[in-house]
């Protein structure tokens, strides 16, 4: 996977030994980020291939530098193929990551001051999703709305109306990175059109799980735009992509270039182009439906065990674990004990969290990347009953060594592609 190791070894010693330190850290823990993914070892070999020393800027047919032959081939593929798996009318896939991503599409299409709808951010929501302490939360009139725990978290679309008719934004936007439900995209539009606003969803972590045809697909309700990145769920390289109505498309690319960014990363492209491939397959498909299978199991197995999830449960890959509610610890320290046996989480807010972020009330799993692993509902359940055990005795070394040496077990067991 990496040819040219030794020569990294005689030229930077300190980086060949963090990259073996790296991948000895992944291969000997569990990811259990419910952002994070193994992509295919074909991709990081594309990542690291020649491609990232070509400038591309413009888009196929139509570029600023010559020596286009292969780069607009790549990206002509990755286009089509979005365009296939998404069933979207026109595919960006020049965005450098999810905050580009999103911004491309504000600043293309609203005025600094125009309202938006956005969920909050303690309820799920996402930083560029117009946090106050982002850029865009500063340009834009970002209005919150929430989910209602007396509904087991689902979104108040009544209240959510009465917003939107008392705010009239230019935009409605969904999307999240710590709900742990599917969202009802037909509603959002419905109320979009009452009051004459665009439709955007952010489905960044939802991606591949969407992809593989197992959650709802906002293009299918009629959205303006949906924004992904390509490396959580949907197992590509680190990038985004913009899917938008065919009305839309000369809008969005030249917001992305020259608007916002310059050359493309065409290493990433290529990468990407190769993950929407691979996420049309049937074997594809199969890994999006064990994703939530294992998602559901891990929820019901932490249920089972007492412990207190947002929402009570899951529909997609992520389960939140009020924390501090269920065994007393806030999520800093829930997050550390789990580092400590081996399994990697992270700490995060909960609805109306009265802690601050670096103290939140709880932690947030996923199974996209243990899935990649192989792992199915027998590890779940494993893996549920360790981080019970942990949580429940944080000070224990003995109960916190053997809760170890558990988890390198299965890990041995499971090999992450790309290391060999
Ligand atoms: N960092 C990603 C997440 O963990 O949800 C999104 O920004």
């Not at 929501?125 to 946090?131: F, K, M, S, V, Y």
């Not at 850029?135 to 939107?164: C, E, S």
């Not at 397959?281 to 999830?309: C, M």
């Not at 990697?344 to 899935?371: E, F, M, V, Y």
Request: proline share 6%; glycine share 10%; net charge neutral.
């Amino acid at each position: 996977m990496h040819p040219y190791r030794d020569l990294l070894l005689s030229t930077d010693p300190d980086i060949a030994a963090a990259l073996a330190g790296e991948e000895r850290r992944q291969q000997g823990g569990i990811e259990m980020i419910p952002s994070e993914n193994y992509t295919y070892p074909e991709v990081l070999a594309l990542l690291g291939s020649v491609f990232t020393n070509k400038y591309s800027e413009g888009y196929p047919g139509r570029r600023y530098y010559g020596g286009q032959d292969f780069t607009d081939a790549i990206e002509e593929l990755a286009r089509k193929r979005a365009r296939a798996v998404f069933r979207a009318e026109h595919a960006n896939v020049q965005p450098l990551s999810g905050s580009p991503m999103n911004q491309a599409v504000y600043l293309g299409f609203l005025k600094p001051g125009d309202t938006v709808l956005g969920m909050e951010l303690s309820h799920g929501g996402h930083l560029t999703h117009g946090a106050p302490v982002s850029h865009m939360g500063k340009l834009y009139n970002f209005v919150r709305y929430k989910t209602d725990p007396a509904r087991h978290g689902a979104i108040d679309f009544d209240l959510l109306r009465q917003t939107a008719l008392a705010t009239r934004p230019k935009m409605v936007l969904c999307g999240f990175s710590s709900y742990p439900r599917d969202l009802d995209y037909a509603a959002f539009k419905a109320i979009a059109d009452e009051v004459g606003a665009l439709t955007m969803a952010d489905v960044s972590h939802i991606g591949g799980l969407i992809a593989g045809g197992v959650l709802k697909n906002p293009m299918d309700a009629g959205f303006d735009f949906m924004t992904t990145t390509t490396h959580k769920s949907l197992r590509g390289p680190r990038g985004g992509m913009i899917l938008c109505r065919a009305d839309h498309a000369k809008r969005v690319d030249s917001s992305v270039f020259p608007g916002l960014q310059g050359g493309p990363h065409m290493n990433v492209v290529a990468g990407v182009a190769v993950t929407l491939k691979r996420a049309a397959t049937p074997d594809f498909q199969a890994y999006a439906r064990q994703v939530i299978t294992n998602a559901k199991v891990l929820a019901e197995s932490l249920t089972a065990e007492g412990l207190r999830l947002i929402t009570g449960g899951t529909d997609n890959h992520m389960v939140v674990i009020d924390t501090l509610a269920s065994v007393g610890l806030d999520g800093s320290d829930a997050e550390h004990v789990l580092d400590a046996i081996g399994i990697t989480t992270n700490k995060q807010i909960i609805p109306d969290d009265p802690r601050p972020p670096l103290r939140p009330s709880g932690i947030r799993l996923g199974t996209p990347a243990a899935t990649t692993r192989g792992m199915k509902e027998a590890e779940m359940r494993s893996l549920a009953a360790m981080i019970v055990e942990a949580l429940r005795h944080p000070a224990d070394a003995a109960v916190i060594a053997r809760l170890k040496g558990t988890c390198g077990k299965i890990c041995a067991r499971f090999a992450v592609p790309g290391i060999e």
